[in-house]
C-alpha cells in the first residue's frame, strides 16, 4: 500500500518542485533550455506510452492487437473532446481554444496545463491497478518515476510564465502545483475502474497510451518545433525517450 500510495504521488511531487523553481528563477526559461525540456518531456511521454502501456496491453490481450487498437483511439477521442468543451490558452498563445468564454487568463492557461497532466495520472493509475494481473510492482514504479522526473521542467514551464503573466511568485507556484492535483486524481479513478472492469485493463492501459499521445502530438511537438533550436527540442526528446525505455526494461 506505501508503494502505490508514494507511485500515486510521485508525479505531483515532480510538478510541485519544477513549480517550486518560480522562486529561485529571476527571469523567464531561455528558449533553448525550454525546447529541451519540452522535448525530454515528449520522449518520456511517448517511451511509456509504448513500453508501459502498449506493450502491456497486447500481451496481457494474449498478444490480440484489438484491444490495444481500440483502447488507443478511445483515448485519443477522449482528449480530443476534453479538448473541445474546455476553454483553455497554451502558454505562449494569444488566442483561446475551446468554447468562448469569459474566464481569465490565467484561468484558461491553468486548464490548459491540468489537461495536459490529466493523462499522466491515467497511465500511473493503470499500471498500479495491472499489478493485480501480472505486471510488476517495479515497472509501475518506473512509470511514475519517469513521468515524475518529467514533471519537473514541465512545472518550471508552467510557473515561470505564469508569474511572467503578473501573477507573484507565490500565486505561480500555487497554480503550477494546483495544475498537478488532476495527477493522483486520474490515478485513483483508474484504479478503482480497474477494480470494478478489470477484465478491461488491456482497453485501460491502451486508453492511458492513446491519451498521452494526444498532448505529445497535439501540443508538445507543435511548440517544439516552432521557431529556433528545434534541434535541442529533438535532442532532448532522444534523451526522454532512452531514459523512460531503459527504466521501465530495467526496472520490469
Known amino acids: 500500500m506505501s508503494a502505490l500510495i508514494i507511485g500515486i504521488l510521485l508525479p505531483l511531487v515532480g510538478t510541485m518542485l519544477g513549480s517550486a523553481f518560480v522562486f529561485f528563477m529571476k527571469k523567464d526559461i531561455p528558449d533553448r533550455l525550454q525546447k529541451t525540456l519540452l522535448g525530454f518531456a515528449s520522449g518520456v511521454m511517448v517511451a511509456a506510452s509504448v513500453w508501459s502501456l502498449l506493450i502491456p496491453s497486447i500481451e496481457m490481450a494474449r498478444e490480440s492487437v484489438v484491444p490495444a487498437a481500440v483502447g488507443f483511439l478511445a483515448g485519443i477521442a477522449f482528449l480530443l473532446l476534453i479538448d473541445e468543451l474546455t476553454p483553455h490558452l497554451h502558454i505562449g498563445a494569444q488566442k483561446a481554444e475551446g468554447p468562448k468564454s469569459k474566464l481569465s487568463r490565467t484561468m484558461m492557461l491553468t486548464l490548459a496545463v491540468t489537461i495536459h497532466n490529466l493523462p499522466e495520472g491515467m497511465a500511473v493509475g493503470v499500471v ?125
Open 128 to 252: 498500479f491497478a495491472g499489478e493485480s494481473y501480472g505486471m510488476s510492482l517495479s515497472a509501475a514504479l518506473a512509470v511514475s518515476i519517469g513521468i515524475a522526473l518529467q514533471n519537473i521542467p514541465e512545472g518550471a514551464i508552467i510557473s515561470m510564465p505564469m508569474h511572467a503573466e503578473g501573477n507573484s511568485r507565490g500565486e505561480s507556484f500555487l497554480i503550477g502545483t494546483l495544475s498537478g492535483v488532476v495527477e493522483p486524481i486520474g490515478s485513483v479513478a483508474i484504479l478503482l475502474l480497474a477494480g470494478v472492469l478489470g477484465v478491461a485493463l488491456p482497453y485501460l492501459l491502451a486508453f492511458a497510451a492513446g491519451a498521452m499521445m494526444y498532448v505529445v502530438v497535439e501540443e508538445l511537438i507543435p511548440e517544439t518545433a516552432q521557431g529556433c533550436h528545434t534541434n535541442l527540442s529533438t535532442i532532448g526528446f532522444a534523451i526522454g525517450f532512452v531514459l523512460m525505455m531503459a527504466m521501465d526494461i530495467v526496472l520490469g
